[in-house]
């Protein structure tokens, strides 16, 4: 009788070489060129489909205002958030912090 390890083993080390016999024997995937060139001027959040305007005098946008003030209340609210975590009292850790050592296991 076979034990249920040999099997087992036998059935991993097939799949392993169906996969490498798959792998090797598989046509090259096609290589797909990147555009590389940067982005000239200031993206907006407008459709897909709506002209971007990247003169000088471009004005912003209702969606690149809407960005913006959300931006700085988020700026805002984490300002405020920061400072009501640093409580008066508490002065901040300025220098080394000592790690608890190491206790010996107890023997019985």
Not at 4 to 11: E, K, N
Not at 34 to 59: E, I
Request: with cysteine; charged share 15%; aromatic share 4%.
């Amino acid at each position: 009788m076979v034990g249920s390890h040999l099997i087992i083993s036998a059935v991993a080390t097939a799949a392993a070489l169906a996969g490498c016999f798959a792998y090797l024997l598989s046509p090259p995937i096609p290589s797909v060129a990147v555009d590389q060139q940067p982005h000239l001027g200031k993206l907006t959040l407008g459709a897909p489909d709506a002209l971007a305007l990247k003169g000088p005098d471009w004005q912003p946008v209702e969606n690149d205002q809407a960005a913006t003030a959300y931006l700085e209340a988020a700026q805002a609210i984490l300002r405020r958030a920061a400072q009501a975590s640093a409580s008066a009292d508490e002065l901040p850790v300025t220098g080394r912090i000592p790690l608890p050592r190491k206790r010996p296991i107890p023997r019985p």
